[in-house]
């Protein structure tokens, strides 16, 4: 006679996960991931890994945080962590001008056993400030010489910026300009 037992298949998922995005820049997070433990099941958890995807599946999926230990609920993406989907090969049009895609974040629990298979996911708001209208006053009487004022409009939503920086380039060495050198005004998040 066979003997039976009953298996208890333990599902040990985080849930409430929160991404504020603190990076201030276009297809770039950066920020603190909290989640709640497991209801069940936490003294199987070891720890927790910290996902950023294409889909809820995992798609391209890069870690993007250090691996948190039981009893911690939150992981750390350092900011400028570049999305997934972001081409950064050579020969190509710089990041800030590739079109944006869904991406979610996505917390695994682990085990001594292994990775869970299916996490718990939440869709990622990419935060973007860029100030808009920015002018430069010439008061510079000199060929190929700038003085004077510069001004721009403030972002919408100017919370998580803590000062502005401003740049002069040109296309080939930077985003944001044309190839004869133009101004533009960088947004820096309290953690840059």
């Known amino acids: 006679t066979p003997a039976s037992f009953e298996i208890a298949d333990a599902n040990a998922s985080v849930s409430n996960i929160t991404f504020p995005d603190e990076d201030l820049d276009l297809h770039e997070v950066g920020g603190t991931v909290s989640w709640n433990p497991p209801d069940l099941y936490e003294e199987?958890?070891?720890?927790?890994?910290?996902?950023?995807?294409m889909n809820d599946r995992g798609l391209d999926r890069i870690l993007a945080a250090p691996q948190s230990p039981v009893g911690t609920n939150f992981g750390d993406v350092p900011a400028?962590?570049?999305?997934?989907?972001?081409?950064?090969?050579?020969?190509?049009?710089?990041?800030?001008?590739q079109a944006a895609q869904p991406t979610v974040v996505l917390v695994h629990?682990?085990?001594?056993?292994?990775?869970?298979?299916?996490p718990t996911w939440?869709?990622?708001?990419?935060?973007?400030?860029?100030?808009?209208n920015v002018q430069l006053e010439d008061l510079d009487l000199d060929f190929q010489q700038l003085g004077g004022s510069i001004t721009w409009d403030i972002p919408y939503q100017e919370s998580l910026v803590t000062h502005y920086m401003?740049?002069?380039?040109?296309?080939?060495?930077s985003?944001?300009?044309?190839?004869?050198?133009d101004w533009f005004i960088n947004t820096a998040s309290k953690d840059t």
Not at 44 to 53: L, M, N
Not at 166 to 173: P, Q
């Open 175 to 181: 985003y944001g300009t044309d190839t004869d050198g």
């Open 44 to 53: 199987a958890v070891a720890h927790y890994r910290v996902y950023i995807a």
């Open 80 to 97: 400028e962590t570049i999305l997934p989907y972001c081409d950064q090969s050579a020969n190509v049009r710089p990041i800030a001008l």
């Open 109 to 118: 629990s682990v085990s001594t056993l292994s990775e869970q298979t299916t």
């Open 122 to 132: 939440k869709n990622v708001s990419d935060t973007n400030f860029q100030v808009t």
């Open 166 to 173: 401003v740049y002069f380039g040109r296309l080939i060495y």
